[in-house]
């Protein structure tokens, strides 16, 4: 079972629709971060957040708004998306700080978003 | 900018021979993390094993080992003993020592044959 719980596990939305998807890690990470990754692609590094602070956005389109509540939670807010958002998006949690480069990121099982 | 290599797009092997996955990088960060990850069909990403740069020995896990060349560069993930349950896609992965990224290579397609 992977210590990084992602909800829905699937999710088909319009165009005009708003959703959102929710990671949820109890391990004490301070670094949460949203991949998509298309099929047969390698994941994308969307963002990344520090402390709850967002301290990557990889030139993201504005349709997608990340949120970090607390160190705990994380979401990833949808509106307005384009069939080619249609992917797996993936939340992960990593420790943070000097021994970053030595810590593997840990995994949810994904969201399998459609838009159509 | 950190780069991840990985130049076999598919590779089969043979149920209980042993294979190897290729993965070259290139940084200039003298402090770095190379990382391995299955993913199945199902979508999960597995975390498989962990070499830091500084480790003097290659990392070793179960059935998985990394043979890492750090003059050349390259940190291959060999699996012995294969098992049809390894068929799956198997990612290369780095992270730079003070940066929170981890930004990963194309992949590898690995499928078992009985």
């Known amino acids: 079972d992977t210590e990084v719980t992602q909800t829905p596990k699937h999710l088909v939305m319009g165009m005009t629709n708003k959703k959102s998807l929710k990671c949820e890690q109890h391990?004490?990470?301070?670094?949460m971060y949203w991949y998509k990754q298309k099929a047969k692609k390698p994941p994308e590094l969307m963002f990344v957040y520090s402390y709850e602070k967002l301290s990557i956005n990889e030139s993201v389109p504005s349709r997608f708004s990340p949120e970090c509540p607390n160190s705990s939670l994380l979401n990833l807010h949808l509106h307005a998306l384009q069939p080619e958002d249609s992917a797996l998006y993936l939340c992960a949690s990593s420790l943070r700080g000097v021994v970053a480069g030595l810590a593997p990121l840990h995994f949810g099982n994904g969201t399998r978003l459609t838009v159509t | 900018a950190q780069k991840i290599t990985q130049t076999q797009p598919g590779m089969f092997v043979q149920e209980k021979e042993a294979v190897t996955l290729d993965c070259t990088y290139d940084t200039s960060d003298p402090s770095y993390g190379l990382f391995w990850y299955k993913q199945p069909s199902s979508g999960e990403m597995i975390f498989l094993i962990y070499q830091g740069s500084y480790d003097q020995q290659n990392a070793t896990e179960g059935r998985y080992s990394l043979n890492f060349q750090k003059a050349r560069k390259s940190a291959n993930l060999v699996i012995s003993a294969s098992q049809l349950g390894d068929s799956a896609m198997y990612f290369c992965?780095?992270?730079?020592?003070?940066?929170?990224?981890?930004?990963f290579g194309a992949g590898t397609r690995l499928t078992v044959k009985p």
């Open positions: 391990m004490g990470h301070r670094a």
């Open positions: 992965a780095m992270r730079e020592g003070n940066i929170n990224d981890m930004r």
